[in-house]
């Protein structure tokens, strides 16, 4: 079998060590080969994804297993279902737009070089961490994907750049830490031998109590940071302060959902008597990341910020479907995953471009743009409503689905996070009212509209947007199936408790 997702994985480190490999004289070209390599990603991942058998969905396909260091049972080991499949597409989509927002950011040569050289690293990251089927593996990559990230964020950015840098890396090392003292009690539970650490080996085992519930703690932490949940958020807003938007659009649109990805298909799976027990606690957090996200965004001046604290509401809304165990709630939280990405990811690039024009991220140094830039204003505007979940746009369907399943058994957290919409509309709906209308601003007044190079960026995200907020089924196809597993292995260990 031709052995797409190690291409998938090795392409964008190969393009990055070509772009460090570069002469001085042609960095240049650095934009265009990173373009290329990301374009060619795409193309690849295009055809394997064409080949993916949506009817056996809930299966590992395109798996490869290849021994890694047999001596402490670790395997390079991939392979996609559902889950994996469409979160690697949010990868391969916003990355090419993320350098294509970027194109004219930096004038030193070396400094474009280099950005453009960890994004693609994290690219690779991205991918091994949604194909990883052996722990692991997995865990290495969750590591490692901090080293081009805490580079990105630290070294291309605002004032508070290295704070903001420092504060991530010490949240995702605090949890990595934990975490990987789950990993190696897991293996001494497992089978052990070669092939100890995957997936497949490690789920269904038979372990105490007090062992799975400890196990499930060391990764669920680690996952919470990630994702980021109430309390452990607090890195999220000053890197999206701080960092580039081009950065924080991939951090938050792709890279966070390996903490909901994780919860998914690693505690759902490997622990599902423990994800039973912790159920009623981490719904009472999702609820309370859902209201204190959203009412932290209405009180932001900096637009950047604000729409931080939106994804810490959203993932909250993401992480309740996980944890009601019902399909549909499931597969609404997985196809959230997907459309938080296009409209956030959306959101973060347009907040850029209008950061890039005038210097500020303030809310109150704006007004009456609508009038300056109306077709900036109309993006921004659509943008804005599929973050607030409007129908027709894909993240309605998504909260929808999860409030929908998860009612029947978790019917007052639903109530409550229900308030959320009403809470989306007023940050999304003032926002635009301060920034796009009323009088223009005269030192606004030269402001230049959304260039060819910004439309590509962010249209194509507002046409899958449309495109699933009519037709969702297209990527529900995916993740039904593996939301049944899911579902059905939280069910069974519940039938022999």
Same mark, same amino acid.
């Given at each position: 079998?031709?052995?797409?997702?190690?291409?998938?994985?090795?392409?964008?480190?190969?393009?990055?060590?070509?772009?460090?490999?570069?002469?001085?004289?042609?960095?240049?070209?650095?934009?265009?080969?990173?373009?290329?390599?990301?374009?060619?990603?795409?193309?690849?991942?295009?055809?394997?994804?064409?080949?993916?058998?949506?009817?056996?969905?809930?299966?590992?396909?395109?798996?490869?297993?290849?021994?890694?260091?047999?001596?402490?049972?670790?395997?390079?080991?991939?392979?996609?279902?559902?889950?994996?499949?469409?979160?690697?597409?949010?990868?391969?989509?916003?990355?090419?737009?993320?350098?294509?927002?970027?194109?004219?950011?930096?004038?030193?040569?070396?400094?474009?070089?280099?950005?453009?050289?960890?994004?693609?690293?994290?690219?690779?990251?991205?991918?091994?961490?949604?194909?990883?089927?052996?722990?692991?593996?997995?865990?290495?990559?969750?590591?490692?994907?901090?080293?081009?990230?805490?580079?990105?964020?630290?070294?291309?950015?605002?004032?508070?750049?290295?704070?903001?840098?420092?504060?991530?890396?010490?949240?995702?090392?605090?949890? !990595?830490?934990?975490?990987?003292?789950?990993?190696?009690?897991?293996?001494?539970?497992?089978?052990?031998?070669?092939?100890?650490?995957?997936?497949?080996?490690?789920?269904?085992?038979?372990?105490?109590?007090?062992?799975?519930?400890?196990?499930?703690?060391?990764?669920?932490?680690?996952?919470?940071?990630?994702?980021?949940?109430?309390?452990?958020?607090?890195?999220?807003?000053?890197?999206?302060?701080?960092?580039?938007?081009?950065?924080?659009?991939?951090?938050?649109?792709?890279?966070?959902?390996?903490?909901?990805?994780?919860?998914?298909?690693?505690?759902?799976?490997?622990?599902?008597?423990?994800?039973?027990?912790?159920?009623?606690?981490?719904?009472?957090?999702?609820?309370?990341?859902?209201?204190?996200?959203?009412?932290?965004?209405?009180?932001?001046?900096?637009?950047?910020?604000?729409?931080?604290?939106?994804?810490?509401?959203?993932?909250?809304?993401?992480?309740?479907?996980?944890?009601?165990?019902?399909?549909?709630?499931?597969?609404?939280?997985?196809?959230?995953?997907?459309?938080?990405?296009?409209?956030?990811?959306?959101?973060?690039?347009?907040?850029?471009?209008?950061?890039?024009?005038?210097?500020?991220?303030?809310?109150?140094?704006?007004?009456?743009?609508?009038?300056?830039?109306?077709?900036?204003? !109309?993006?921004?505007?659509?943008?804005?409503?599929?973050?607030?979940?409007?129908?027709?746009?894909?993240?309605?369907?998504?909260?929808?689905?999860?409030?929908?399943?998860?009612?029947?058994?978790?019917?007052?957290?639903?109530?409550?996070?229900?308030?959320?919409?009403?809470?989306?509309?007023?940050?999304?709906?003032?926002?635009?009212?301060?920034?796009?209308?009323?009088?223009?601003?005269?030192?606004?007044?030269?402001?230049?509209?959304?260039?060819?190079?910004?439309?590509?960026?962010?249209?194509?995200?507002?046409?899958?947007?449309?495109?699933?907020?009519?037709?969702?089924?297209?990527?529900?196809?995916?993740?039904?199936?593996?939301?049944?597993?899911?579902?059905?292995?939280?069910?069974?260990?519940?039938? !022999?408790?």
């Amino acid at each position: 079998m031709f052995p797409f997702l190690t291409i998938l994985v090795a392409l964008p480190a190969a393009g990055a060590a070509l772009l460090w490999a570069l002469p001085a004289p042609a960095r240049a070209r650095s934009r265009e080969i990173a373009i290329g390599v990301t374009g060619l990603e795409l193309v690849l991942f295009v055809v394997m994804a064409l080949q993916f058998d949506k009817a056996d969905a809930g299966a590992f396909q395109f798996s490869e297993t290849y021994a890694w260091i047999p001596q402490i049972g670790t395997s390079w080991a991939l392979g996609v279902n559902g889950f994996g499949l469409l979160l690697i597409a949010l990868a391969v989509i916003l990355t090419p737009l993320a350098i294509l927002a970027a194109w004219r950011e930096d004038t030193d040569l070396k400094a474009r070089r280099d950005y453009l050289a960890l994004i693609l690293v994290s690219l690779s990251f991205m991918v091994g961490i949604f194909a990883a089927r052996d722990v692991f593996l997995f865990y290495v990559l969750f590591e490692a994907m901090l080293i081009p990230l805490y580079f990105l964020i630290g070294r291309f950015g605002g004032l508070q750049r290295r704070y903001a840098a420092v504060k991530f890396l010490l949240f995702s090392l605090a949890g !990595g830490l934990v975490m990987l003292v789950g990993v190696v009690a897991l293996y001494f539970q497992g089978p052990g031998g070669e092939d100890g650490f995957l997936t497949d080996r490690l789920t269904g085992l038979e372990l105490s109590t007090t062992t799975e519930r400890l196990l499930f703690l060391s990764f669920f932490l680690a996952f919470a940071i990630k994702a980021p949940m109430v309390p452990v958020h607090t890195w999220l807003p000053d890197v999206a302060e701080s960092a580039r938007p081009g950065t924080t659009a991939l951090l938050v649109a792709v890279l966070d959902k390996i903490g909901t990805f994780g919860m998914l298909t690693l505690c759902l799976v490997l622990f599902p008597e423990a994800s039973q027990w912790a159920a009623p606690g981490v719904i009472v957090f999702a609820v309370i990341s859902v209201i204190y996200g959203a009412l932290l965004a209405i009180g932001q001046k900096d637009m950047l910020r604000l729409v931080s604290f939106t994804s810490v509401s959203h993932f909250g809304v993401m992480i309740l479907g996980i944890f009601a165990f019902q399909q549909t709630s499931i597969e609404g939280a997985a196809l959230y995953m997907f459309n938080h990405g296009l409209s956030t990811g959306a959101l973060f690039l347009l907040v850029g471009f209008l950061v890039a024009r005038t210097g500020t991220a303030d809310v109150d140094a704006y007004g009456g743009l609508q009038k300056v830039v109306p077709v900036f204003a !109309g993006y921004f505007l659509v943008v804005g409503l599929s973050s607030l979940s409007l129908p027709g746009l894909s993240p309605f369907i998504s909260e929808i689905m999860v409030f929908v399943g998860a009612y029947p058994v978790a019917a007052v957290a639903v109530i409550i996070s229900a308030i959320s919409v009403v809470l989306a509309a007023l940050y999304i709906l003032l926002t635009y009212k301060r920034v796009f209308t009323g009088p223009p601003r005269e030192e606004l007044a030269a402001t230049r509209e959304l260039t060819v190079r910004e439309r590509l960026v962010v249209g194509p995200l507002i046409a899958l947007m449309l495109l699933l907020g009519f037709l969702p089924g297209i990527a529900i196809d995916y993740l039904s199936a593996p939301s049944a597993d899911a579902v059905s292995q939280v069910a069974i260990e519940e039938a !022999g408790a």
